[in-house]
């Protein structure tokens, strides 16, 4: 069983910077695959960005590659997602997620357990 706690979001201005962290219980943290997906209003939940155990392979949704930086402390069980370069497009609640098994995947449904999700709203 996995806790996750996201850290507060926030409101910024487009064009700038937010970081999110997620904060992991268990002491298996580190045999889970780490993601972030998104939900903007009116719209379903979409993958962000997925880390793999060790944090030496990630994934992104073209939407913020480029932008967005996924990263874990195995040490720490946290995760964050470096967001850059914010869009008004990238509003939403934010949600970490963990995945047991193998594989960084984009489908919710492969995600066993989540955080309870936090609000980043970017204004134009």
């Known amino acids: 069983q996995v806790q996750l706690v996201e850290s507060e979001g926030g409101l910024v201005q487009a064009g700038g910077s937010l970081r999110l962290s997620c904060a992991a219980s268990?002491?298996?943290?580190?045999?889970?695959?780490m993601g972030w997906f998104r939900r903007a209003p009116g719209k379903d939940r979409e993958f962000v960005a997925a880390?793999?155990?060790?944090?030496?392979?990630?994934f992104y949704a073209d939407s913020v590659k480029g932008r967005f930086t996924i990263s874990r402390d195995n040490a720490k069980n946290t995760v964050y997602l470096q967001m850059n370069s914010l869009k008004p497009e990238d509003t939403g609640v934010y949600f970490c997620?963990?995945?047991?098994?193998?594989?960084?995947?984009?489908?919710?449904?492969?995600?066993?357990?989540w955080g309870q999700g936090t609000q980043v709203t970017v204004s134009s």
């Open positions: 997620a963990a995945r047991a098994s193998q594989g960084l995947l984009s489908t919710p449904s492969a995600y066993n357990y």
């Open positions: 268990g002491r298996t943290f580190s045999s889970y695959v």
């Open positions: 880390i793999s155990w060790g944090g030496g392979s990630t």
